[in-house]
């Protein structure tokens, strides 16, 4: 059984700085994608970025690019993401989960394992 804890969610004023982070279980860790979703009240799931197994390769939402960079380190099972500049409508409760297909995919049904969530909330 995988299992991911997130952390490092809090609250923030609009310009701040965060970095979540997100342990896997299980010796697997290094062989998969991981991505970072986050979840708004009222509103859907959204995809948020994404690192493939080995950290070469990263994927992210426009409306983050170049606030926000996800890392990863398979000798800690960790995964980050790093959140620069935080605005108000980055308040969300942030997921990780377990890219199982490598296709690089942004869709939340195609990853199978999430973490339980962890709270971000930036005021004005």
């Known amino acids: 059984q995988v299992q991911l804890v997130e952390s490092g969610g809090g609250l923030v004023q609009a310009g701040g700085s965060l970095r979540l982070s997100c342990v896997g279980s299980?010796?697997?860790?290094?062989?998969?994608?991981m991505g970072w979703f986050r979840q708004a009240p009222g509103k859907e799931r959204e995809f948020v970025a994404r690192?493939?197994?080995?950290?070469?390769?990263?994927d992210y939402t426009d409306s983050v690019k170049g606030r926000f960079t996800i890392s990863r380190d398979n000798a800690k099972s960790t995964v980050s993401l790093r959140m620069n500049n935080l605005k108000p409508e980055d308040t969300a409760v942030y997921y990780c989960?377990?890219?199982?297909?490598?296709?690089?995919?942004?869709?939340?049904?195609?990853?199978?394992?999430w973490g339980q969530g962890t709270q971000v909330t930036v005021s004005s």
């Open positions: 989960a377990r890219d199982p297909t490598g296709w690089g995919l942004r869709r939340a049904g195609e990853y199978d394992y």
């Open positions: 299980g010796s697997t860790f290094s062989r998969y994608a």
């Open positions: 690192i493939n197994w080995s950290g070469g390769s990263t």
